[in-house]
Structures are given as C-alpha cells and as structure tokens.
Nanobody, 125 residues
Framework: QMQPVESGGGLVQAGGSLRLSCANS????????MGWFRQAPGKEREFVAA????????HYADSVKGRFTISRDDAKNTVYLEMNSLKPEDTAVYYC??????????????????WGQGTQVTVSS
C-alpha cells in the first residue's frame, strides 16, 4: 500500500536548514513522480518541488529555487527535501505526495493520489 510518511520538520531560525524525509514502508516509490507541497495557515496548498522516477529530473517553485533540493533514494524508498537559507515565509505544513505519472514533472495537486500526513516547519525571524 502506498502510504508516504514525512519526518524531519521542526523549529529553526531564519537562515537555518532542515532536511525533510518521506518514507514508504509498504511499497516502493519506483515508478512514481514524487512531490513536496506546503500549506501555510489560511493559504492554499502549493507546489514546492518534484522529482521524476527514471531520470530524477527535478523542478522547483520559484520561491524556493536555489535554496531547496529534492532528491530520492529508491533503494531506501525515501525522498528528501533539503531546505537551506530558510525564511519565515517558508513556515508551513509540508506534505509528501506520490503521482503515478512517474516520468513527468507533476505540479498539479489533483494528479497526486497518495499523500502523507504532513510535517510542520516553523522558521522564526
């Protein structure tokens, strides 16, 4: 069963770093495009980054480009989001999601049928 589980969130000062992990104990992530999304209080859930399966092509939202890095280790069934130079506006619940469109960068929320429960990231100023 596909059930992503996020970890690694927490409280960090502006300028700091965090690494989020997304694991799936029941099934491999092979063949899936994996994405990270975030939702701040009172705002819509938004795309952060995605990585394809076969070629590990990545794509980022403009707001995080150059600061965040998405990667995947299919042998460990784990996807990562390395977040550097964090800003207070990065504060949100971060979600990992899996799309069956494995060789395409998928940014639309509706094309991700599998979601984790989210992990809170809080960046203090």
């Amino acid at each position: 069963q596909m059930q992503p589980v996020e970890s690694g969130g927490g409280l960090v000062q502006a300028g700091g770093s965090l690494r989020l992990s997304c694991a799936n104990s029941g099934r491999t992530f092979r063949g899936y495009c994996m994405g990270w999304f975030r939702q701040a209080p009172g705002k819509e859930r938004e795309f952060v980054a995605a990585i394809t399966w076969r070629d590990s092509i990545s794509h980022y939202a403009d707001s995080v480009k150059g600061r965040f890095t998405i990667s995947r280790d299919d042998a460990k069934n784990t996807v990562y989001l390395e977040m550097n130079s964090l800003k207070p506006e990065d504060t949100a619940v971060y979600y990992c999601a899996a799309s069956t469109m494995g060789n395409t960068i998928v940014k639309q929320i509706t094309l991700y049928p599998y979601w984790g429960q989210g992990t809170q990231v809080t960046v203090s100023s």
